[in-house]
């Protein structure tokens, strides 16, 4: 499995990106797909999550500015961020895993990052 992130870029406060994940190879147990953002000098931090069946959670800090969506027509999936800030200023990950029965997510596969540049 590999993937493809892409999207970034500069971006004013209050802007809007939409990022794109592109998935190839196959796995069938993967069910879980997401996003994670490290900003210089802090951890990879989970952003949102998308599951087989449609559920999604998000990080606190993107809640009602962030949604993230996938189309398996094209295993695509997508991270639109709306009102940028500052903060969202990180390095954007992609990452598929497994979700567990206990609810647990082991996150086996990893795309190369985008760079969102934010300005204020």
């Known amino acids: 499995v590999q993937l493809q992130a892409s999207g970034g870029g500069l971006v004013q406060a209050g802007g809007s990106l939409r990022l794109s994940c592109v998935r190839s190879?196959?796995?069938?147990?993967?069910?879980?797909m997401g996003w994670y953002r490290q900003a210089p000098g802090k951890q990879r931090d989970l952003v949102a999550a998308?599951?087989?069946?449609?559920?999604?959670n998000y990080a606190d800090s993107v809640k009602g500015r962030f949604a993230i969506s996938r189309d398996d027509t094209v295993n695509t999936v997508y991270l639109q961020m709306n009102s940028l800030k500052p903060e969202d200023a990180a390095i954007y990950y992609c990452?598929?895993?497994?979700?567990?029965?206990?609810?647990?997510?082991?996150?086996?596969?990893w795309g190369q990052g985008t760079l969102v540049t934010v300005s204020s």
């Open positions: 990452a598929a895993g497994i979700r567990t029965f206990l609810g647990t997510t082991a996150w086996s596969y």
């Open positions: 190879g196959s796995r069938s147990d993967i069910n879980v």
């Open positions: 998308i599951r087989s069946d449609g559920s999604t």
